[in-house]
């Protein structure tokens, strides 16, 4: 295989790219049940951070993706993929439950740590029973990973039916004690600001000294990039699967732990909604960084909170996912975004891919003109029904035109901004 | 003894193999894409997301035209684009195979979620919309037992069992089959040997896509008639775990899926058992029973069972 010879630069440049198409591919199908896709993103930015309890609404849903996006990244780290995050934050949240319901004479400070650090062993334990069998029999971690959140999910709706419930209405458990709910930052309005993101970020960066300054975060690291020779060298392959899903799993269970302690502050049965799976949305842009992570968490709770405003519009929330799925699929496919890079470094270069540009985009503007006038309604009213449906494939065919130019233009400017960048941190070390 | 009694009279129950078949159906049709897609060496965790899929496609186009047969030549069309966008990115480009199935699995759930309100009006759930008749087989009918248990039965569980037989047909005993098995065992070998392995990986995946949008479609207008969000509910992974435990072979992810199949409709049918009481609270501990039967049998077995060597390696032609 190929290696590239500025893997740090693509690192950075993919996901963005990713984004930026995720976006353009979205607003398209937007335009296609008839919205208009800049105001759908204006009032998702408004929704996100317009004023200052919609920033605190982003930060508080940033909170436990910033750890669900940790516990995959860690995972790929080490060579596992713990889609099961979602299964690990309920079984977090649902044993800190049942612990904090009963702190009520203990101090805060005291109950508050017991109480996140159950949710961590919680989830520790849940994905370490995936990681075991990884281990001793091989099961492959995605397919029991799975299992396991459908169980915990079944699990969690029961015991807030019958064992936890209490009142009527929504299963629900009884509140937490209050010194086991996490002090609040600030208030505002109907917002309360948790303590939670400290101890999201804080989590980031111990991870990111555990992965780049031990020893333990070398071996992880080895075994995850290469197994074979990772065994080779002395490491113990069935440890360190089933000690990486459960680092993973407490970092799921903390960010169910979190929640329940900062936000909904009793156990509803299904509190995750996706976060599990955001994570790895997260993990994938933040291209398993911890740092990186900490930003792909915040503008996947920008998405998360922005797209709440979006549905008032008539826009279903769905359209995150979709653009979520977009930005997983083109970073996991890397080489699709790599390959329509052009670095333009030489002037011969610059021009030959202008002039292609130019071409392509030209191409597409005539056709999207023809199909303009070609999807006009009524022109095709002489063919009947059948005549409603051509005017459909025509305004499909403008529509994809449209969109394939918007990412021609997307990625030639970016291409471009790379280019000069590259052009003139050359200059300096010449002149250095 | 009242609940020994509740859970044996279970196995007499001629519902009991009606509800196992039904149940099974979707898990067959997707774990023969399954086989389809890994014996040429690409993982396919995206099934679950062309079932969702061909779920919704085979209502929306029942809704537009009123025909469920048409409704399923449609899912099989976006079941195979949807498909051919795992095959682009995973064998093409290359990328990992397991998180492009991922992404495709949040597409699917996306685009079917997005799509519920501009097209039926309203999110969560359609009404009846259609669904495919029940034949009923002549001879079968009135013999006692049999004829309660299948004597009407959906055309889509024939056609499941069909393809069971077509494909380890296709799979071991044709060349097209042997050229697939060797793609996904040795691709290099394969390639000297002048077989086009990108185009053998291509069509197991869009074998795949066809037949798991069949099993999604069946979900929707075989069974229920109406599209509900994230219908498929996991089944699109028990799938996955019957074709492990069958060992790759299309015969074995059958028994597979019937195994499964029938600890679903075990479960539904203890709830609603007259000889022990169930309160409709404990109903989420039933509905655990699949799931714990897969976890159970996926670790259990895995250690007999071998996928294809070349299972989820992308492959790169030497220049």
């Known amino acids: 295989m190929r290696v590239s010879a500025l893997p740090r630069f693509w690192a950075f440049i993919v996901p963005i790219v990713s984004v930026v198409v995720a976006l353009l591919i979205a607003s398209v199908i937007i335009i296609m049940i008839g919205k208009s896709p800049i105001e759908a993103y204006t009032i998702l930015l408004k929704g996100a951070f317009g004023s200052s309890s919609a920033i605190a609404n982003t930060i508080v849903k940033t909170t436990p993706l910033i750890l669900t996006g940790l516990a995959v990244g860690f995972g790929f780290r080490a060579g596992v993929f713990n889609i099961g995050a979602e299964g690990q934050m309920v079984m977090g949240a649902l044993m800190a439950t049942l612990v904090a319901i009963n702190l009520g004479s203990v101090p805060p400070f005291i109950a508050i740590t017991i109480t996140l650090l159950v949710g961590m062993l919680a989830g520790a334990g849940w994905a370490a029973i995936a990681g075991y069998l990884k281990a001793k029999t091989g099961a492959h971690e995605v397919v029991t990973t799975i299992m396991l959140n459908w169980i915990a999910t079944y699990l969690s709706s029961y015991m807030v039916q019958v064992p936890l419930a209490v009142g009527s209405g929504t299963p629900k458990s009884p509140e937490i004690a209050p010194s086991t709910k996490l002090p609040e930052l600030l208030t505002v309005g109907a917002i309360n600001m948790n303590a939670g993101i400290i101890v999201s970020i804080i989590a980031a960066i111990l991870l990111y000294i555990i992965l780049e300054k031990t020893t333990m975060g070398y071996e992880v690291k080895a075994a995850g990039f290469n197994p074979y020779a990772a065994e080779y060298g002395g490491i113990s392959l069935s440890k360190n699967i089933t000690m990486s899903m459960a680092i993973s799993g407490a970092l799921a269970g903390l960010a169910g732990a979190i929640e329940l302690t900062g936000v909904h502050y009793r156990f509803l049965g299904t509190l995750s909604g996706g976060k599990g799976f955001d994570g790895i949305s997260i993990a994938l842009i933040g291209q398993n960084n911890p740092i990186g992570i900490i930003f792909a968490a915040l503008l996947m709770g920008a998405l998360r909170t922005g797209s709440n405003e979006m549905q008032f519009a008539g826009i279903p929330k769905h359209i995150v996912m979709i653009i979520q799925g977009i930005v997983i699929f083109l970073v996991a496919a890397d080489r699709i975004v790599r390959t329509s890079m052009i670095i333009m470094d030489k002037k011969e270069r610059i021009a030959q891919e202008t002039k292609r540009f130019v071409k392509r985009a030209v191409i597409l503007s005539i056709i999207i003109i023809v199909s303009m006038f070609l999807s006009k309604e009524g022109l095709w009213s002489f063919l009947g029904k059948f005549g409603y449906y051509v005017g459909k494939v025509f305004w499909v065919i403008e529509l994809v035109s449209l969109l394939s130019l918007m990412i021609v233009v997307a990625l030639y400017i970016i291409s471009a901004v790379i280019s000069l960048g590259m052009v003139y941190s050359r200059r300096k070390k010449v002149k250095s | ?319």
Do not use: C
Not at chain 2, 253 to 268: H, K, Q
């Open chain 2, 1 to 319: 003894m009242k609940v020994l009694e509740a859970l044996l009279s279970i196995f007499i129950n001629p519902q009991f193999y009606k509800i196992a078949l039904t149940a099974s159906t979707p898990l067959i049709f997707a774990s023969l894409g399954g086989v389809f897609s890994e014996i040429t060496g690409v993982t396919n965790i995206a099934l679950e997301g062309i079932m969702l899929l061909g779920a919704f496609t085979s209502i929306v186009f029942t809704f537009y035209t009123g025909s469920a047969w048409f409704g399923i030549l449609m899912a099989v069309l976006v079941g195979i684009g949807f498909s051919w966008l795992h095959a682009w990115a995973s064998i093409k480009w290359l990328g990992n195979q397991i998180v492009v199935g991922t992404a495709l699995i949040l597409i699917a759930q996306g685009i079917t979620g997005f799509l519920m309100k501009p097209i039926f009006g309203r999110p969560g759930q359609t009404d009846f919309i259609g669904r495919i008749n029940d034949i009923s087989i002549p001879g079968l009918r009135n013999v006692p037992f049999l004829g309660e248990a299948i004597g009407e039965i959906n055309p889509l569980v024939i056609i499941a069992f069909v393809s069971v037989f077509v494909s380890w047909f296709i799979i071991y005993k044709t060349t097209l089959g042997l050229r697939m098995r060797s793609v996904g065992e040795n691709p290099e070998a394969a390639d000297t040997l002048g077989i086009n392995v990108y185009k053998i990986r291509y069509f197991g995946v869009l074998m795949s896509g066809v037949l798991a949008s069949l099993g999604g479609a069946f979900l929707s207008v075989g069974e229920t008639g109406n599209f509900k969000e994230l219908m498929s509910g996991g089944r699109g992974f028990i799938a996955l775990a019957a074709m492990i435990l069958g060992n790759w072979n299309p015969i074995g992810a059958m028994l597979a899926s019937l195994l499964f199949g029938a600890s679903e409709a075990y479960a539904n049918l203890l709830q609603s058992s007259k000889l022990i009481e169930v309160p409709a609270s404990v109903k989420p501990l039933f509905n655990m029973v699949p799931f714990i039967v897969t976890l159970i049998v996926i670790s259990g077995f895995i250690g007999k069972t071998r996928p294809p060597a070349a299972d989820g390696v992308p492959y790169e032609k030497a220049e």
